[in-house]
Each structure stands twice: as structure tokens, then as C-alpha cells.
């Protein structure tokens, strides 16, 4: 492994854990942009950024259980080096043990002192020696047991304990730690999408179509999207299979007029056009101008010409006539998507389950009386949490006049009316159906007698 890879993912790991950057943004930052990381040395550099974060639990378990001091106390930088290393010594078959031990008193040369240099190597070397006798917290305590061997936070782990059980809870757990599989929404406004596919087929490693979404398209590949063929003529949208069947949900026709209420980057927008045959108008609304920007974008290149940006808030704005649809995908805390977002598990706290509360209401209050009689609003996150989602809209409808929940929408295919509960919440979930966690409910705005 050359030098350049494993320095870049220790200066990515400390700008994630000093200054609290997403995974995506560090990495591009830790990344000379005059000399990139392509094909193999890109995965393996993505590789040990998430696998470090996305095992940080486990991984600090083991080195507090070899350290005689705690290894917390050293700086950011040599715990960083310490976490790489172990990711290796612990995960990584392909890099021998002593390799990944002789790299991390490397770097930790260039950012200690003597005894840091000396710590680092005596605690990786243990590791090497010691990792099989160093046991996990007794199944008994399902809470400590599910922390480590999943590597999440203890209060995490113990909501997830507590509302499904241990057994479902580890399995759920054990699925957030799968990297994602990329997912493609493949545009169906575009002529010839049998001779795409085929062509596409060919250039990638795993070409399977998705069971849940029939433009869905589950693909494995080395590189970026971009450089995968048709991305430039907007062939495909890259999206999870859980955000599709949010806009599925939605249950749109040709001819309607739709709001979206938040709206960026317009992936949920642009899957509605193209459900609609790009026929009638989709307001897509946001409250970040820049953001809107992202909008533009992305409908220029899957040629959309239905949606509308609009740069406006959702919690005050007005509109002269009501619409068919309305799409709420509320701001949230982001915990469906972990697999994605493995940093999240160490920058989130439990907290931020309540943080977008007041907006999420504020937004269903304000905007469901813009709902034409007889039309529908789906409300959704990507979120698994019920602080976000069913007591949101349970606490809408107490106040709500004239909504009621679609609790068997007859526009869906069987596989995926199976994902509503009896009360008509609709969740997707990484062990279940394999795409990230999404919830979504369908309201439909009774007509006055
Ligand atoms: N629906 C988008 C998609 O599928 O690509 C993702 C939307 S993201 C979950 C939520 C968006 O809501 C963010 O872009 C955020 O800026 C926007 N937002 C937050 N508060 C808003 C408000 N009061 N009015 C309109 N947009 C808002």
C-alpha cells in the first residue's frame, strides 16, 4: 500500500473527528486534487476511512483493553493512527498484520514524540498477539455485548434493544455495518432503455435488476458514477431503493400538479417527473439557495422540464392554487442512513431525534392546507426513529381536520404494501429490504360532505 493512501485517510479520519466533517467531505479534502486516488487505491483509500469509522467502537474496545493508560489521552492524530492501524490488523486480510503496524510507527513518527512512536507500536503489536483472547461483554448484558461486537453507541444500541429485542436488534445493527450497494434509477424518459442497459451491463462488475423498483438497477463497479457511460446524458439518477419507493409512495399521474416541499437535490422531484412522463408541474421547493442550485442541475441532466425550483420556506409560504400531491421529505436527523454515513454514529447524538421536531410539524401544518380535497400529502424521512415519524404524524393528525391515513394505497405493487404496517406507516429497513432505513406515511385529504 503506498504511503500517499494512508496518509490521506488519517488526515481525512482527524478533519472528520477534529472539525466533525461528513466522511464524503474529508476524504475530498484529504485528497490532493492535483494527483487524485483512482480505481483501486480509491477503494482501498474509501475503504479505510469508513471501515476505520464504521468500526471505531470495536476497534477502541480492543486498544482500551491493551492500553496501560488510556490511549484517549493521547491527541486526535496518534488515536487516528492507532484506529488505522487496528482497522487493518483486525479487518483487512490483504494487508499483512506487520505491514499495517510498520506504516502506523511511520506515520506516528511524523506527528509524535518518541513515546508516542513507542505506544503506538507496542499497542499494535500486542494487538497482533492478543486479539483472539480478548472477549466481547457477555451475551448476558445484550446492551454491552450488541456495543462492541457492532461497534455503536451504547445508547444507540439500547432504543434498538429495547423496541425490538436483542435478536432483531443485532440483525439490524449487523446491517447498518454492510457498505451499501450502489443503486442506479435509471431514467425511463430516455429513448432505447433496453440497448442502455445492455450496453451498461457490460461495463460494470454486478448488474442486477432491483426486486422492489423497476428502475431500480443494483450495480458494482470500481471508479465514480461519472465515469460510468450515459452518466453525462442523465441516464440514470444515482439514488438508494428506499428514497424510490418514498416517491412511489406518492402515487402520482400524468397531468397533476405537485408540490415538493423540500425539495434538494431533487432526487425524489426528479423520480415523480419521470413517473409523470415529464407531464404537468412539480414545484420543487427549498429553502437553501444553494442547494436549489443542485436542483437545476440535476434536472438539465436527466433532460427534465416539469419541475420548477423554488427557492421559498416551506413553514410560511403561500400558493394562489391547491395541488394534487404533496411531498414532504422533512429535514431529520439522517439515521436511516448510517450504512451510507458511518461518521454519523460518532457525531450524532440522541438529541438530535428532537432537533428538527417543531420544523417537521410546522412544515405538515402549514403546507397540508395547499392539498386539494381528495388529494394526497406523503410525509417521509430517512430516518428509522418514531420521534421523527409516527409521533409527528400522529401528533398532525390529533390537530388535523380532515386527513386520514392511506393505510393500503391499491397504486403499489403486493411486495411493497407489505412494508405498511397496520397503521399504515410505511418503513424500509437495511436488514429487510437491503437499501437504507426510510420511513413514509400517505395521508389522503377527505372531500366535505
Ligand atoms: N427530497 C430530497 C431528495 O430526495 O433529493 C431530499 C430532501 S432533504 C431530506 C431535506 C431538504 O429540506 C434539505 O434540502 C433542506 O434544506 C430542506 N428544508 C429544510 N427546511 C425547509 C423548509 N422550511 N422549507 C423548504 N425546505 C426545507
Not at 457492532?150 to 423496541?163: A, G, I, L
Not at 423540500?262 to 415529464?278: I, V, Y
Amino acid at each position: 500500500m503506498s504511503d500517499r493512501i494512508r496518509r490521506a485517510a488519517l488526515d481525512a479520519l482527524t478533519l472528520i473527528s477534529e472539525k466533525g466533517l461528513f466522511a464524503e467531505d474529508a476524504m475530498a479534502r484529504a485528497i490532493d486534487d492535483a494527483a487524485p486516488l483512482e480505481g483501486r487505491d480509491r477503494a482501498l483509500f474509501s475503504e479505510l476511512v469508513r471501515g476505520t469509522l464504521r468500526w471505531r467502537g470495536r476497534i477502541d474496545y480492543f486498544l482500551a483493553a491493551l492500553a496501560h493508560r488510556s490511549f484517549r489521552e493521547n491527541p486526535e492524530k496518534i488515536q487516528n493512527i492507532l484506529r488505522l492501524g487496528a482497522y487493518q490488523v483486525l479487518f483487512l486480510d490483504r494487508i499483512p498484520p506487520w505491514a499495517a503496524v510498520d506504516t502506523a510507527t511511520e506515520l506516528a513518527k511524523d506527528s509524535g514524540h518518541a513515546g508516542q512512536v513507542r505506544f503506538v507500536n507496542g499497542i499494535l503489536r500486542n494487538l497482533i498477539r492478543r486479539k483472539e483472547k480478548i472477549p466481547l461483554p457477555d451475551p448476558g448484558d445484550p446492551v454491552a455485548h450488541l456495543t462492541v461486537k457492532h461497534s455503536f453507541p451504547e445508547w444507540f444500541v439500547r432504543r434498538w434493544v429495547e423496541r425490538f429485542g436483542p435478536v432483531q436488534a443485532g440483525n439490524l445493527l449487523a446491517a447498518c455495518n454492510e457498505p451499501p450497494s450502489t443503486t442506479l434509477r435509471i431514467n425511463l424518459l430516455k429513448p432505447d432503455v433496453s440497448g442502455y442497459l445492455q450496453r451498461l451491463e457490460t461495463e460494470v462488475e454486478r448488474f442486477t435488476p432491483h426486486p422492489l423498483c423497476p428502475e431500480g438497477v443494483i450495480v458494482e463497479f470500481p471508479g465514480s458514477v461519472e465515469k460510468l457511460p450515459g452518466f453525462r446524458e442523465g441516464r440514470f439518477y444515482v439514488q438508494d431503493a428506499g428514497a424510490m419507493l418514498v416517491s412511489r409512495m406518492v402515487g402520482v399521474r400524468k397531468g397533476e400538479r405537485v408540490l415538493d416541499a423540500c425539495a434538494a437535490p431533487g432526487g425524489k422531484s426528479s423520480h415523480l417527473a419521470e413517473l409523470m412522463g415529464d407531464e404537468g408541474e412539480i414545484i420543487a421547493l427549498e429553502v437553501d439557495p444553494q442547494r436549489l442550485e443542485r436542483i437545476v442541475e440535476n434536472m438539465e441532466r436527466l433532460g427534465i422540464t416539469i419541475v420548477h425550483p423554488l427557492a421559498g420556506d416551506g413553514t410560511s409560504i403561500d400558493f394562489p392554487e391547491p395541488f394534487d400531491r404533496l411531498l414532504i421529505d422533512a429535514p431529520c436527523s439522517g439515521f436511516g442512513t448510517i450504512r451510507r454515513h458511518p461518521e454519523a454514529k460518532w457525531q450524532k447524538k440522541e438529541e438530535d431525534l428532537f432537533r428538527h421536531r417543531k420544523r417537521q410539524l410546522a412544515l405538515l401544518r402549514h403546507l397540508s392546507r395547499f392539498v386539494r380535497e381528495g388529494g394526497t400529502l406523503v410525509y417521509s424521512t430517512c430516518s428509522t426513529e418514531p420521534e421523527e415519524n409516527e409521533e409527528v404524524v400522529e401528533q398532525f393528525l390529533r390537530e388535523a381536520e380532515g386527513f386520514v391515513i392511506d393505510k393500503v394505497p391499491a397504486h403499489l405493487a403486493g411486495d411493497v404494501r407489505e412494508m405498511i404496517d397496520d397503521r399504515g406507516f410505511f418503513h424500509a429497513w437495511p436488514d429487510r429490504h437491503q437499501t437504507d432505513g426510510f420511513f413514509a406515511v400517505r395521508l389522503i385529504r377527505r372531500a366535505h360532505p
